[in-house]
């Protein structure tokens, strides 16, 4: 089984489930982790949108590597150039 695991928009979880994706799900910073379903799992994907800071997302893997062992290969399909600043409630 593969997951995809969204992290802010949910057209990447439309887009997850149209390219056969069939436990994809959407989760917000502040949602609790489905660290159950994700350890049934061989491979998960995990994505973001371009207004999500890289520190949610480093966040949420290291949520996930205090449970479980994980091997990390990082995917990039484009390379974007564009950064947003990190809300001041993250810093």
């Known amino acids: 089984m593969v997951v995809g695991i969204h992290l ?5 979880v ?5 390219a056969g994706c069939n436990e994809s799900e959407l ?3 502040e949602s609790k982790i489905p660290l159950d379903k994700i350890g049934k799992c061989k491979t998960i994907g995990i994505s ?3 207004s999500a800071p890289e520190i949610i997302v480093q966040d949420f893997i290291s ?3 205090e449970k479980y062992e994980v091997q990390i ?6 390379k974007e150039n564009v950064f947003f600043k990190i ?3 993250l810093n």
């Open 27 to 29: 989760i917000h910073s």
């Open 87 to 89: 809300p001041g409630m």
């Open 48 to 50: 973001s949108g371009a």
């Open 73 to 78: 290969e990082e995917v990039e399909i484009v």
């Open 63 to 65: 949520k996930i590597k």
């Open 8 to 12: 802010i928009q949910k057209r990447l």
């Open 14 to 18: 439309e887009v997850a489930s149209k």
